[in-house]
C-alpha cells in the first residue's frame, strides 16, 4: 500500500493536523479578536473529521497502516466519529461562557483540535508507541487547558494537580510499555499477541499492571481517580465538560483495544485487575458524591463511577463486552454534554452558579430546564427505561454471560452501587421540583446550549429511544472488527 492510499484511511486526521497548525498562524497574526471565528471553524474541521472518519465503515476488512502503527477498522471508525463529534460540541458549548468570563483567546479551540487528534490516535494505535504519542499528544493539551484561567488560582492548582499526576501515569504507562517490549521484543500488537499465545511470562504480566495503571489514570478510574474532583471543580466549566466527555470515550476504546487484541490470551491475568478496578470506581463513586455541594465534583465523582460501570463490560472481554463498553459510553457522553450544557445555563447576575442548592425551585422558574435537567438525572441514575438503564444493563449482561462467578458478583454489586448512586441524582431532582425557589437564572439564548441540553433529553427520554437499537448493531460490529 502506497503512502498516499495510507493517508487516504487518515484524512480525517490529517484535516485536523493541518487546520490545528492553519488556525494558530492565523490566531497569531490575528489576536484574540479571532477567536469566535477560530471556534466555528473548528467545530467545522472536527465535523468533517467525523464524517471522513464515518466514511471508513464501509470498509470490509480492517486495514493496517504505517507498518502496523494504526489500524482503520470498523472499532476505531466508531470510537473516532463520536469523539470529534463530542470535541465539537465542547468547542460550541465554551464559546459564550469564554466571552462573557472574558477567557476569549484563540488558543483554546486549537487546544481542542489538537487533543482530539490524539484521540483519534489512540483508539486507531495498534502499536505500543503509536499508544504512547496518541496519549500524550491529547494530555499534553489538557494540561494547558485545565489552567486555561491563569488568572484563577483554582484553575492554576488544577493544571497544575492535573500536570503532576498525568506525569506520573504517564511514567507508568511508559514504564509498563518498555517492560512489554523487552520481554516480547517488538512493540505491534500482533507480535504481543503471537508471543502470548505461546507462554505468558511474568515480566510481561507486570508489564501489562503497569500499562492497565496508566491507562486507568487517564479515564480518571479509581484508585487512580484523586486527580479528578479539584481539576473537574478549578478548571473552567467548558473544560470540564470536555474532559468528562470525549476523553472518557477514547481512553475506555483505547483499553478495549489493548485488553482485548494483544492480551486477549492474557484474560484469566487481566481480568481481576480490571474487576478490582471497576468495583473501587463503583463504590468511591457512589458513596463520595454522596456528600458533596459543588455540582461540578459532584459530576466528577459520577464520572468515576461511569467509568466503573463501562470496566464491568471491559473484566467481561470478548466481542460481547467491547460492544457494550461502547455503548455504554457513547450514552455517557450524550448525557454528559447535556447535564454540561445545563450547568453552563446556570447563569445569574453575578456570574455562573455551581452549588447543587442554587437549582431549588427550578421547576418554577424555569420549567423546560428542570424538565430536561430531570431526565438526565434519571439516565444518569440508570432508572428504567431511561437510555442509561440499557447501557447498563448492556455491561452488566456482558459480564453475567461470561459465567464467571467473579463477574456475575461483580454485576450485582454494580446493581447495588447503581442504588447508592441514585439517591444524589434523584436529591438534585427533588432539590429542582420540591424546595423553595432560588432566585431565578438568567434566560439564556445561546443556541448550541438549549440545542445540546434539549437534544440530549430527548434522546434519553424513554419514548424516543428508537436510536438504542442501530446504535447497539454498529457497536457490535465495531467490536467483531477487533476479533
Known amino acids: 500500500m502506497t503512502l498516499l492510499e495510507q493517508l487516504s484511511h487518515l484524512r480525517g486526521e490529517m484535516i485536523l493536523a493541518i487546520g490545528a497548525m492553519a488556525l494558530l498562524v492565523y490566531g497569531v497574526y490575528v489576536g484574540d479578536?479571532?477567536?469566535?471565528?477560530?471556534?466555528?471553524?473548528?467545530?467545522?474541521?472536527?465535523?468533517?473529521a467525523g464524517a471522513f472518519a464515518y466514511?471508513?465503515?464501509?470498509?470490509?476488512?480492517?486495514?493496517?497502516?504505517?507498518?502496523?502503527?494504526?489500524?482503520?477498522?470498523?472499532?476505531?471508525?466508531?470510537?473516532?466519529?463520536?469523539?470529534?463529534?463530542?470535541?465539537?460540541?465542547?468547542?460550541?458549548?465554551?464559546?459564550?461562557?469564554?466571552?462573557?468570563?472574558?477567557?476569549?483567546?484563540?488558543?483554546?479551540?486549537?487546544?481542542?483540535?489538537?487533543?482530539?487528534?490524539?484521540?483519534?490516535?489512540?483508539?486507531?494505535?495498534?502499536?505500543?508507541?503509536?499508544?504512547y504519542l496518541g496519549v500524550e499528544l491529547q494530555s499534553l493539551a489538557f494540561y494547558v487547558l485545565a489552567a486555561f484561567n491563569r488568572d484563577s488560582r483554582r484553575s492554576t492548582e488544577a493544571g497544575l494537580k492535573y500536570f503532576v499526576l498525568g506525569a506520573l501515569s504517564s511514567g507508568l504507562l511508559l514504564y509498563g510499555a518498555s517492560l512489554i517490549y523487552g520481554f516480547v521484543g517488538a512493540t505491534t500488537f500482533e507480535a504481543i499477541g503471537a508471543q502470548l499465545a505461546g507462554e505468558t511470562s511474568v515480566g510481561l504480566v507486570v508489564g501489562l499492571v503497569f500499562l492497565i495503571a496508566g491507562l486507568a489514570f487517564k479515564v480518571s478510574a479509581a484508585p487512580f481517580h484523586m486527580w479528578t474532583p479539584?481539576?473537574?471543580?478549578?478548571?473552567?466549566t467548558p473544560v470540564t465538560a470536555l474532559f468528562a466527555a470525549a476523553p472518557k470515550l477514547a481512553g475506555m476504546a483505547l483499553f478495549a483495544r489493548v485488553l482485548v487484541d494483544p492480551f486477549e490470551a492474557a484474560v484469566e491475568d487481566w481480568r481481576m485487575v480490571i474487576a478490582l478496578i471497576a468495583a473501587a470506581s463503583m463504590a468511591i463513586g457512589a458513596f463520595s458524591a454522596l456528600v458533596q455541594t459543588n455540582i461540578k465534583?459532584?459530576?466528577?465523582?459520577?464520572?468515576?463511577?461511569?467509568?466503573?460501570?463501562?470496566?464491568?463490560?471491559?473484566?467481561?472481554?470478548?466481542?460481547?463486552?467491547?460492544?457494550?463498553?461502547?455503548?455504554?459510553?457513547?450514552?455517557?457522553?450524550?448525557?454528559?454534554?447535556?447535564?454540561?450544557?445545563?450547568?453552563?445555563?446556570?447563569?445569574?447576575?453575578?456570574?455562573?452558579?455551581?452549588?447543587?442548592?442554587?437549582?431549588?425551585?427550578?421547576?418554577?422558574?424555569?420549567?423546560?430546564?428542570?424538565?430536561?435537567?430531570?431526565?438526565?438525572?434519571?439516565?444518569?441514575?440508570?432508572?428504567?427505561?431511561?437510555?442509561?438503564?440499557?447501557?447498563?444493563?448492556?455491561?452488566?449482561?456482558?459480564?453475567?454471560?461470561?459465567?464467571?462467578?467473579t463477574l456475575i458478583w461483580l454485576a450485582v454489586f454494580g446493581v447495588l452501587a447503581s442504588v447508592v448512586g441514585a439517591y444524589y441524582y434523584l436529591?438534585?431532582?427533588?432539590?429542582?421540583?420540591?424546595?423553595?425557589?432560588?432566585?431565578?437564572?438568567?434566560?439564556?439564548?445561546?443556541?448550541?446550549?438549549?440545542?445540546?441540553?434539549?437534544?440530549?433529553?430527548a434522546l434519553m427520554f424513554p419514548v424516543l429511544l428508537v436510536f438504542i437499537g442501530p446504535l447497539a448493531g454498529m457497536t457490535e460490529a465495531a467490536a467483531a472488527s477487533l476479533f
Open 33 to 48: 479578536r479571532a477567536m469566535r471565528l477560530i471556534s466555528r471553524l473548528s467545530s467545522i474541521l472536527l465535523v468533517v
Open 55 to 131: 466514511s471508513g465503515w464501509s470498509e470490509p476488512n480492517p486495514v493496517l497502516l504505517f507498518g502496523g502503527g494504526l489500524a482503520a477498522d470498523k472499532f476505531s471508525v466508531f470510537a473516532r466519529t463520536f469523539i470529534y463529534l463530542a470535541a465539537a460540541v465542547s468547542i460550541a458549548l465554551a464559546e459564550d461562557y469564554l466571552t462573557r468570563e472574558k477567557l476569549a483567546r484563540f488558543e483554546f479551540p486549537i487546544l481542542v483540535l489538537l487533543a482530539a487528534l490524539g484521540m483519534g490516535i489512540m483508539v486507531s494505535a495498534n502499536d505500543l508507541i503509536a499508544l
Open 230 to 236: 479539584d481539576v473537574y471543580e478549578g478548571a473552567a
Open 297 to 405: 465534583r459532584l459530576m466528577a465523582y459520577s464520572s468515576i463511577g461511569h467509568m466503573g460501570y463501562a470496566a464491568v463490560g471491559l473484566a467481561a472481554g470478548g466481542p460481547e463486552g467491547a460492544s457494550a463498553v461502547l455503548l455504554y459510553l457513547t450514552v455517557y457522553v450524550i448525557m454528559t454534554l447535556g447535564t454540561f450544557a445545563l450547568i453552563l445555563s446556570m447563569r445569574r447576575r453575578e456570574g455562573l452558579a455551581e452549588r447543587i442548592e442554587d437549582l431549588a425551585g427550578l421547576s418554577q422558574t424555569r420549567p423546560w430546564m428542570a424538565m430536561a435537567m430531570t431526565i438526565l438525572m434519571f439516565s444518569l441514575a440508570g432508572v428504567p427505561p431511561t437510555a442509561g438503564f440499557w447501557g447498563k444493563w448492556w455491561v452488566f449482561k456482558a459480564a453475567v454471560a461470561t459465567g464467571e462467578q
Open 427 to 457: 436529591k438534585i431532582v427533588k432539590i429542582m421540583w420540591f424546595d423553595e425557589p432560588a432566585e431565578p437564572f438568567e434566560r439564556t439564548e445561546n443556541a448550541p446550549l438549549v440545542w445540546t441540553a434539549a437534544g440530549s433529553a
